[in-house]
């Protein structure tokens, strides 16, 4: 069974930085795509970013195309996400998923095809 363990998360001030990781248990780590997800409070779950271990395709929320960026790291099966100038809206829990796949890229437009989940790691931007 994989397990995804998030971790990064904290309280940053607007404007300011941080860097998300999400760690993998199992070694075929490639055959998967990961995508980070957030629930802001009283609101519903949305994909923010995601990416194919294999082909390294990418895609993008609108809200946070030029400021988040998602990248791997094959050999340590970690997958980060860089948060940069960040606003109050990007307070929510972060999680990451993983959607077992042999196609190519990724996409974030739904969440149910994404099997395996963290348990999420809190970002609060906030002065």
């Known amino acids: 069974q994989l397990q995804l363990v998030e971790s990064g998360g904290r309280l940053v001030q607007p404007g300011g930085s941080l860097r998300l990781s999400c760690t993998a248990s199992?070694?075929?780590?490639?055959?998967?795509?990961i995508g980070w997800f957030r629930q802001a409070p009283g609101k519903e779950r949305e994909g923010v970013a995601c990416?194919?271990?294999?082909?390294?395709?990418?895609q993008y929320a609108q809200s946070v195309k030029g400021r988040f960026t998602i990248s791997m790291d094959n050999a340590e099966n970690t997958v980060y996400l860089q948060l940069n100038s960040l606003n109050p809206e990007a307070t929510a829990v972060y999680y990451c998923?993983?959607?077992?796949?042999?196609?190519?890229?990724?996409?974030?437009?739904?969440?149910?095809?994404?099997?395996?989940w963290g348990r999420g790691t809190q970002v609060t931007v906030s002065s």
């Open positions: 998923a993983a959607l077992w796949t042999l196609r190519p890229g990724c996409s974030i437009g739904r969440e149910e095809p994404y099997a395996y």
């Open positions: 990416i194919n271990k294999k082909d390294a395709g990418s």
């Open positions: 199992e070694f075929r780590f490639d055959t998967y795509s």
